[in-house]
C-alpha cells in the first residue's frame, strides 16, 4: 500500500517562504502531485514530479529524491491568498492508466499579514 | 475549462437510506474517481471507473457501491447509510494518460444522522 506523511500546519508571514515537506512510503512509485484546497472549495492541481530535481511554476516550486522517498513544495513571497490545505499525492500504476492517487493528510497553511 | 459538477452541495439523510452521489463532467474524460475527505486524513479513495461500466475498488469502498452507465457521469451509492459515512464527498475525473491531473467537483456534504 501507500502512505504519505506531511505536517498539520504551517504559519508564515505574508513575503515569506515556506516549505512543505511530504515523505512517502510506496508499493510501486510513478510521481509525486501536489493540489491547493482552499477553504469550501475544490482540489486544485500544482505541479507534478516524476524524475527528480526542482520544478519550478511561478511562485510555487516542487522538489522530488526518489532515493529519499522524499517531496516538498516551496511557496515563496507568500501572499494572502496561499493561505490553503496542500496535499501531496503519489501516483499508482492501476488499470486506470496511472492516475489512481493516494493522498497525504494535507498540510494547512496560514499566512498573516 | 474542465468542469465536474456534483449534484448536490450539502445533505443531509437517516441512518438506513439509500444515498445516491451523482457527478457529471463535462471534457469527456476516460477516468472517474470518488474519494471522501476528512479532517486529518486527506483525501481517501472509495472508487474508481477507468471505462463505461467498468470499476475499480479503492482503499475504503466498505458500505459503497458505484455506477458508470455514461462516459460522462459516476454515481456513488451508500446502500445503507451509517453515521460513520458523514464526511465530505469528492468526484474527480482526468485523461487516462500518465500524468493527467485530477479535476475535482466542489464536493458533498453528507450528514447521516
Known amino acids: 500500500g501507500q502512505s504519505l506523511e506531511q505536517p498539520s500546519e504551517v504559519t508564515a508571514v505574508e513575503g515569506a517562504i515556506v516549505q512543505i515537506n511530504c515523505t512517502y512510503q510506496t508499493s510501486g512509485f510513478y510521481g509525486l502531485s501536489w493540489y491547493q484546497q482552499h477553504d469550501g472549495g475544490a482540489p486544485t492541481f500544482l505541479s507534478y514530479?516524476?524524475?527528480?530535481g526542482l520544478e519550478e511554476t511561478g511562485r510555487f516550486s516542487s522538489f522530488l529524491s526518489r532515493s529519499d522517498s522524499y517531496g516538498y513544495l516551496l511557496l515563496q513571497e507568500l501572499q494572502m491568498k496561499d493561505s490553503a490545505s496542500y496535499f501531496c499525492?503519489?501516483?499508482?500504476?492501476?488499470?486506470?492508466?496511472?492516475?489512481?492517487?493516494?493522498f497525504g493528510g494535507g498540510t494547512r497553511v496560514l499566512v498573516k499579514p | 475549462d474542465v468542469k465536474v459538477t456534483q449534484s448536490s452541495r450539502y445533505l443531509v439523510k437517516r441512518t438506513g437510506e439509500k444515498v445516491f452521489l451523482e457527478c457529471v463532467q463535462d471534457?469527456?474524460?476516460?477516468?472517474m474517481f470518488w474519494y471522501r475527505q476528512d479532517p486529518g486524513l486527506g483525501l481517501r479513495l472509495i472508487y474508481f471507473s477507468y471505462d463505461v461500466k467498468m470499476k475499480e475498488k479503492g482503499d475504503i469502498p466498505e458500505g459503497y457501491s458505484v455506477s458508470r452507465e455514461k462516459k460522462e457521469r459516476f454515481s456513488l451509492i451508500l446502500e445503507s447509510a451509517s453515521t460513520n459515512q458523514t464526511s465530505m464527498y469528492l468526484c474527480a475525473s482526468s485523461l487516462s494518460t500518465g500524468n493527467s491531473p485530477l479535476h475535482f467537483g466542489n464536493g458533498t456534504r453528507l450528514t447521516v444522522t
Open positions: 471534457m469527456d474524460h476516460e477516468n
Open positions: 514530479n516524476a524524475l527528480d
Open positions: 499525492a503519489v501516483r499508482d500504476r492501476g488499470k486506470a492508466a496511472g492516475n489512481k492517487l493516494t
